[in-house]
């Protein structure tokens, strides 16, 4: 439902489009749901869910991930197993597989980034990571400043590391 959801789909089956260009790109796959303007736009992955404006807009080959709120998981490219719920949530992660953010831009990182295993549960955690992986984040702006930073563990109330590369501190 809405103009061009599902336009190229030839034989994807157990899809769901719902919104200006939903599901645009996708031919063959099949168990996507897009809700929401430009959802899942360019997907030709399978098993995704994209709730919201632009919700894994530039998704191509990813699968298994799930996108809540506008501009959650809006670069992932080819990033598998991802959950992302709030406003720009793990927005420029591309190809990163395993992450979990919730919060207002949570994990959303920088343009071209790829991030694996890691969990960013708050308002703007891990807001900046752009490759650093295996870190949890928890709390208002918990590790905002990391960028490169790896198997870091960070609780609190705007706590953040030595450096934006630093690895291994809790």
């Known amino acids: 439902v809405g103009y061009t959801s599902l336009y190229n789909n030839t034989s994807g089956a157990q899809n769901t489009a719902v919104g ?6 996708n031919t063959v796959n099949g168990s996507n749901t897009a809700v ?4 899942l736009m360019v997907s030709t992955g ?3 869910t994209a709730t919201g404006a632009t919700a894994l807009r530039l998704n191509t080959t990813g699968e298994y991930n799930s996108g809540f709120g506008s501009g959650a998981l809006y670069a992932n ?11 720009n949530t ?5 190809t990163g597989d395993n992450n979990v953010a919730l919060g207002y831009n949570a994990g959303e990182g920088t343009s071209s980034n790829s991030f694996s295993n890691s969990t960013f549960l708050g308002y703007q955690t891990g807001l900046a990571v752009t490759t650093g992986s295996n870190n949890i984040m928890l709390g208002y702006k918990a590790g905002d400043n990391v960028t490169t930073g790896s198997n870091n563990v960070v609780i609190g109330y705007d706590i953040e590391t030595s450096a934006n590369s630093a690895s291994n501190e809790l």
């Open 20 to 25: 200006y260009n939903t599901l645009n790109a």
């Open 36 to 39: 929401g303007d430009s959802a």
């Open 77 to 87: 490219t080819a990033g598998d197993n991802n959950v992302a719920l709030g406003y």
């Open 90 to 94: 793990l927005r420029f992660n591309q």
């Open 46 to 48: 399978q098993h995704n």
